[in-house]
């Protein structure tokens, strides 16, 4: 499903238009976005929780010329879906 197939089912199930659909769809991602960038967190209790890992620097390798590089530290989003969901999708 991409963004386009979810505005829609939003709005199906809804009954609102796609176009209500969509500015929900994005305010909410857009809240998401947001607050990951502030280092916050995110839960949606039966979901899960979008939150920020840092990922330290380390030692890696240029797999052409074999020589070491430095890779810098980093912060990634993530997500760790709730036991709710886990369970649904399972079944």
Excluded: C, H, W, Y
């Excluded at 199906?12 to 607050?35: F, H, M, P």
């Amino acid at each position: 499903m991409n963004k386009t197939e979810l505005i829609a089912a939003a709005a199906q199930q809804s009954g609102i238009s796609k176009k209500d659909a969509e500015r929900v769809v994005n305010a909410a991602l857009d809240a998401i976005t947001a607050t990951l960038s502030e280092g916050g967190r995110v839960q949606l209790s039966g979901f899960g929780i979008f939150e920020v890992k840092a990922r330290e620097a380390r030692m890696g390798r240029n797999p052409k010329t074999k020589e070491a590089i430095e890779i810098p530290a980093t912060k990634l989003p993530v997500f760790k879906a709730s036991k709710a969901l886990k369970d649904t999708v399972a079944k």
